[in-house]
């Protein structure tokens, strides 16, 4: 699904000393089953822009349409259903919940959109099994390495059969050989038919063959894409 940007800002404390301008007028289209990176230093307002296409917050002015619909109005109930149903996360610690189990951390995005345990148990040992984790699903997450810790919050993400996956900075803790890995599991999810927005300042993201666009932001505004 087309998502589409509108002169979006996005300011803080506004009206007040410390006022901060993070997105300035911010206007571009987002193409399905594409893998579109977000490049830029930080604070450049990636992870603010990343936020708000995913329904995380609200724009202070401009528009967001979710293919016809417009999202930027919305009543929070409705942006929370959106959010369930049509993206994925992937947080740049992975935020996995230390103490539980491998499964339970990829099943507990459903809880609130599947009845029983079991349907969620049986979609996630399908996830695990897909990458390679399925020894792995009864180890608490603290255990993991941090290739698997990746690969479980990739699961997590698509417990819910999103139509996009967002992932903000997903390589910052990785070294080379695992961000190459990562980058050639995000072409497998465009192959599987699921768009990927990425947030990246790293060039083995943002250079990668595999990603079909790259928009570069810096303070806060567009310079290219």
């Known amino acids: 699904m087309r998502i589409s940007l509108d002169n979006v800002r996005k300011v803080y404390n506004q009206d007040r000393p410390n006022e901060f ?6 206007t571009l289209t987002i193409e399905p089953n594409r893998i579109t990176c977000l490049k830029g230093a930080s604070g450049s307002g990636k992870s603010t822009l990343l936020s708000m296409i995913g329904c995380l917050s609200r724009p202070t002015s401009g528009r967001i349409h979710l293919g ?21 996360f992937i947080f740049q610690q992975f935020n996995l919940i230390s103490g539980l189990s491998v499964l339970d951390n990829v099943i507990l995005p459903a809880y609130p959109l599947a009845p029983e345990r079991g349907e969620l148990v049986a979609r996630a040992s399908a996830l695990l099994e897909q990458y390679g984790l399925t020894e792995r699903a009864h180890s608490p997450v603290q255990w993991l390495s941090g290739g698997e810790a990746q690969r479980v919050a990739i699961c997590r993400a698509l417990i819910n059969g999103p139509q996009m996956l967002i992932a903000d900075e997903p390589t910052a803790n990785l070294d ?30 943002f250079d990668s063959p595999v990603v079909d666009r790259v928009i570069e932001l810096r303070d806060g505004q567009v310079l290219e894409g």
């Open 21 to 26: 301008c993070a997105i300035r007028g911010v």
């Open 176 to 205: 080379t050989r695992l961000s190459k890995v990562f980058m050639d599991e995000v072409a497998e999810l465009r192959r599987a038919g699921k768009s990927v927005l990425i947030t990246s300042h790293d060039p083995v993201v």
């Open 68 to 88: 016809e619909q417009m999202l930027s109005g919305l009543p929070e109930r409705f942006l929370t259903d959106i959010r369930r149903h049509t993206f994925g």
